[in-house]
Antibody, heavy 120, light 110 residues
Framework: EVQMVQSGAEVKKPGESLKISCKGS????????IGWVRQTPGKGLEWMGI????????RYSPSFQGHVTISADKSISTAYLQWSSLKASDTAIYYC?????????????WGQGTMVTVSS | QSVLTQPPSASGTPGQRVTISCSGS????????LNWYQQLPGTAPKLLIY???QRPSGVPDRFSGSKSGTSASLAISGLQSEDEADYYC???????????FGGGTKLTVL
């Protein structure tokens, strides 16, 4: 079965660091882009960036550049999204997704989402 | 403020046909294909339409998409209660060099 499984919910304090994960299975992990999407409570979707797991080529949305780091470990078919210093405004659900249809940016496989809560 | 503009809400009665619009610019919808996502409450988004008007396997043909210039629309015919969800349009933006989403439209089935 093709799936992307994300790590569990996190509760952190402002200023703390965090790394969440997204493990792909059932397909060739290194052959498709993986994107990260943020959804703040009651709000819409925001594209954060993408990574090509084969060579770790990474592109960021200008809105997130410098605040998050996207990485991947192809040996374990896992992509990561990390923060070095969280803010309360980072409280959101984060999804990973891949365009397995082979159509650029048509994300047809999604992870279940990781809820990140940042509160003092 | 989202780069792609959608109406915040739409509604219809069972069996009715509803359309949801998505407006953009020459750097996104005008020069790239448009995708639509459906997000049921408490779940991850699901790809509904890709390449402006193509349906992934398993998506009923009640759902259709179209694009003209810098605007696009999603049509749902034979509306059903299970269609109640949030719908998002998305496209690559050449100026921002990334994917842009619409603000989402909450569809209510009356």
């Amino acid at each position: 079965e093709v799936q992307m499984v994300q790590s569990g919910a996190e509760v952190k304090k402002p200023g703390e660091s965090l790394k969440i994960s997204c493990k792909g299975s059932g397909y060739s992990f290194i052959s498709y882009w993986i994107g990260w999407v943020r959804q703040t409570p009651g709000k819409g979707l925001e594209w954060m960036g993408i990574i090509w797991p084969g060579d770790s080529d990474t592109r960021y949305s200008p809105s997130f550049q410098g605040h998050v780091t996207i990485s991947a470990d192809k040996s374990i078919s896992t992509a990561y999204l990390q923060w070095s210093s969280l803010k309360a405004s980072d409280t959101a659900i984060y999804y990973c997704a891949s365009p397995l249809l082979g159509v650029p940016w048509a994300f047809d496989i999604w992870g279940q989402g990781t809820m990140v809560t940042v509160s003092s | 403020q989202s780069v792609l503009t959608q109406p915040p809400s739409a509604s219809g009665t069972p069996g009715q046909r509803v359309t949801i619009s998505c407006s953009g610019s020459s750097s996104n919808i005008g020069s790239n294909t448009l995708n639509w996502y459906q997000q049921l409450p408490g779940t991850a988004p699901k790809l509904l339409i890709y390449n402006n008007n193509q349906r992934p396997s398993g998506v009923p043909d009640r759902f259709s998409g179209s694009k003209s210039g810098t605007s696009a629309s999603l049509a749902i015919s034979g509306l059903q209660s299970e269609d109640e969800a949030d719908y998002y349009c998305a496209a690559w933006d050449d100026s921002l060099n990334g994917v842009v989403f619409g603000g989402g439209t909450k569809l209510t089935v009356l």
